[in-house]
């Protein structure tokens, strides 16, 4: 069986039941054939079979992550983290959605997660008012129409717990 791709002058993690690390993969229809040296995976080599060298890079199998927990951390650093080691209190929490929407250009929303009411000193989710304080900053600052201020809070309590000690449930 010949090789679609190869992989070579690398450092291949194969993940495998020894943990090896060689320096060459073969793959046949999107499925690894063979791991080795470049001797072992000479035989793999037909004419229409690419050669990618890695010049010494690391190559690592495909990892699947069907919660996409990688958007969601893409996603998270455009966003106001509220579990930075500096947030003791909810007064930090609007600080920062405060900083952030001086660089957040008008009409584009603010997105801050990570929120636990157990990680602040007050122990308690923000109130509907204390956002509305932040809305009409933003909406000073920004522009914002009214009914953003609110959608601030899906993005802060996302259990219907929280949204019912805020009286939105």
Known sequence: MKADIIFFNGEVITVDAQNRI???????????????????????????TKCIDLNGKSLLPGFIDAHLHLTIYGTNL????????????????????RIKAEETPKGNWIRAWGFSESLVKENRCPTKEELDDIKSYLEHKEG?????????????????HSLFQLKYA
């Open 22 to 48: 060689v320096e060459c993969v073969a793959v046949k229809n999107n499925r690894i054939i063979a791991v080795g040296t470049k001797a072992d995976i000479r035989r793999y080599i037909a004419r229409d």
């Open 78 to 97: 455009l966003g106001v983290s509220c579990i930075e080691p500096h947030i003791h209190s909810l007064k930090d929490i609007f600080q920062d959605l």
């Open 144 to 160: 914002l129409p009214f009914e953003q201020s609110h959608k601030i809070i899906y993005f802060l309590t996302l259990d219907r």
